[in-house]
């Protein structure tokens, strides 16, 4: 791999300014100045450092986030605050959120420039389930269990795919495999009842880490990329 390429794989800068740097003498190649950007390394085995730090490689990036309440799940809003201006110190290019929440829906989003993941996480044929935690404006009842269960018309051209659901000490648990637009509000209120508060536990494999406060995030550890 190029010098330049690795560099700018890791957010150091784009090939112009890594050219720069490197002409500054500020990046050092198993201790060994390089002169030239195009310069081939090996990612696993050779020791970069830009500024004397060492720079680890990362092709992609992958970052657990708990999403506060007020924040838009996308790349760019006008002048509301997106999920990816929450990231914005790690410095990483081509972030997305896999998936959307509403924005006034709080919990679990992965963001991550790994585009064949993204896909396969939202992509309707893998049935990737979904948990969330719903607090609803009326109690639900064992009738509105088995309805939320067994599939709902909610306006569709068909109705929602069988979900699971289950009563806590903290609400209604409901468990699903689609990403219909408001599709957890819809099902709620096609059992004429209505969501007060709506938090993502878990996605697929990942669940929220429940030492992240709102608007804090962590990259994805090696057995949970592995659980992914």
């Known amino acids: 791999m190029r010098i330049d390429k690795f560099l700018a794989d890791n957010s150091i800068g784009t ?31 050779d020791e970069v450092r830009y500024d004397g730090n060492v720079i680890f490689y ?3 990036h992958y970052y657990m986030l708990n999403k506060p309440a007020g924040v838009v799940s996308s790349t760019r809003e ?7 201006d929450l990231l914005s110190a790690e410095g ?3 972030l997305s959120p896999v998936g959307r929440l509403d924005k006034d829906t709080e919990g679990l989003l992965l963001i991550t420039d790994d585009g064949a993941l993204l896909h396969d996480l939202i992509s309707p ?18 009738d509105d269990i088995k309805r939320l269960e067994e599939g709902l018309d909610i306006g569709d ?15 209604l648990h409901l468990i699903i495999t689609e990403g219909r637009f408001h599709q957890v ?7 004429d009842n ?24 962590r990259k994805l550890t090696k057995e949970e990329l592995c659980r992914l």
């Open 194 to 217: 209505s969501v007060t508060y709506l938090k993502r536990l878990r996605m697929g494999a990942l669940t929220l880490d429940s030492k992240l406060q709102g608007g804090e995030y």
């Open 185 to 191: 509000k819809r099902m709620l209120e096609a059992v």
């Open 157 to 171: 051209d068909k109705p929602t795919l069988p979900a699971k659901a289950y009563l806590a000490e903290d609400g």
């Open 92 to 94: 990483v290019k081509n």
């Open 15 to 45: 090939r112009k300014e890594i050219k720069a740097l490197i002409k500054a003498g500020r990046v050092q190649v198993n201790g060994i100045n390089p002169s030239d950007p195009g310069m081939h390394i090996d990612p696993e085995k």
């Open 125 to 142: 044929s893998k049935h990737v389930e979904k948990e969330y935690l719903v607090i609803t404006e009326k109690p639900v009842s064992d």
């Open 78 to 84: 006008g002048a509301s605050s997106t999920v990816i």
């Open 58 to 60: 990362e092709r992609y």
